[in-house]
């Protein structure tokens, strides 16, 4: 069985590399080695292989102003140009404008649709998973406000469902922290504490079972807008064991592993606010042809369901 792993990153722009910038450092090896043995700055080198593509893409959509979480990851969720639609940048919640858009073309229901041929219907896609673990205060705060994230509202849109507590007590999800660590000092829930390579690995494993897994990563914008007490250096490490143990633990004939961004952040530490930079693509294994002319953020969820499209039907996992 062919499969995608789409890590979603938070606010990760290619900025010139110097002091502001903390993807400057050039130590954190798993890093470098999705973007071609580079590191994530502007200008990053194109990579044009059949298995590895590397490219920057356009997080603006044509639009004034400075990029936003709603209308960016609606965007790149859909390959539908939200922030047109809306007439500006809007975020971080999807601006209801975009309601429709996500109900109807979000990257799980792409995905359904690509490969129904398989026995498997729009309402239940195949093997499409959303691997983050969410905490009860997060459902109890979107159902109080009726707003939900521009991911868990395509999982609910599409069918797919949204991890919670128990998910995560079972080993069949990834918090959103990678360690877990924030659901037990700060929110106080009994979860387990994981290392982010732990993380890593559990997060191949999830995605073993299924066509399409996403996994979101937000602590980067948050560092990025100054409301993270930690390090730029510790939280990118941190991100480095994830992806260095996930890297090792995919199968390159069967997986491909998707990285991209929805706009720029934390690769500017001398502002707060989102940049106008272009962000970074990085894809490896079977599925990098699919991606090689994608220019802004648009283009990643078409390449994601033409590739699992062509991949053809579910067939048994790979030996
Ligand atoms: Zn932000």
């Given amino acids: 069985?062919?499969?995608?792993?789409?890590?979603?990153?938070?606010?990760?722009?290619?900025?010139?590399?110097?002091?502001?910038?903390p993807f400057t450092k050039t130590e954190y090896t798993a890093l470098c080695h999705l973007a071609g043995e580079a590191s994530w700055t502007a200008p990053l080198p194109v990579v044009d292989r059949p298995t590895r593509v590397v490219r920057p893409l356009d997080a603006t959509l044509g639009v004034e102003g400075?990029?936003?979480?709603?209308?960016?990851?609606?965007?790149?969720f859909t390959g539908v140009n939200c922030a047109s639609l809306v007439g500006r940048h809007f975020g971080p919640f999807p601006h209801s404008a975009t309601h429709e858009v996500l109900a109807e073309r979000n990257v799980f229901r792409r995905v359904a649709e690509a490969v129904r041929d398989d026995g498997t219907t729009a309402a239940s896609p195949p093997g499409a998973a959303f691997a983050n673990a969410y905490p009860p205060q997060f459902f109890e705060q979107a159902r109080r406000r009726g707003r939900w994230t521009v991911t868990t509202r395509s999982c609910l849109e599409a069918g797919?469902?949204?991890?919670?507590?128990?998910?995560?007590?079972?080993?069949?999800?990834?918090?959103?922290?990678?360690?877990?660590?924030a659901w037990r000092e700060k929110l106080g829930l009994d979860v387990p504490v994981v290392s982010a390579a732990e993380s890593g690995r559990h997060l191949a494993e999830i995605a073993r079972s299924h066509r399409l897994t996403l996994f979101e990563y937000f602590l980067t914008d948050k560092l990025g807008h100054g409301r993270l007490d930690a390090e730029p250096e510790d939280l990118l490490g941190q991100l480095d064991a994830f992806f260095g143990a996930l890297i090792d633990d995919l199968d390159p004939d069967a997986d491909t592993l998707v990285v991209t961004s929805d706009h720029g952040n934390l690769e500017d530490l001398s502002?707060?606010?989102?940049?106008?930079?272009?962000?970074?693509?990085?894809?490896?294994?079977?599925?990098?042809?699919?991606?090689?002319?994608?220019s802004s953020l648009l283009d990643v969820t078409p390449a994601i369901a033409a590739a699992l499209r062509d991949a053809g039907p579910r067939s048994a996992p790979h030996p």
């Fill in 1 to 21: 069985m062919q499969r995608i792993l789409f890590v979603f990153l938070d606010g990760i722009g290619l900025g010139p590399a110097g002091p502001h910038n």
């Fill in 160 to 181: 797919v469902a949204v991890r919670d507590a128990d998910a995560l007590r079972r080993g069949c999800a990834v918090p959103a922290d990678l360690t877990g660590w």
């Fill in 66 to 76: 400075l990029p936003q979480s709603g209308t960016g990851q609606a965007a790149l």
């Fill in 271 to 294: 502002s707060t606010v989102h940049t106008r930079n272009p962000v970074p693509l990085f894809v490896a294994g079977w599925a990098a042809p699919y991606f090689r002319s994608a």
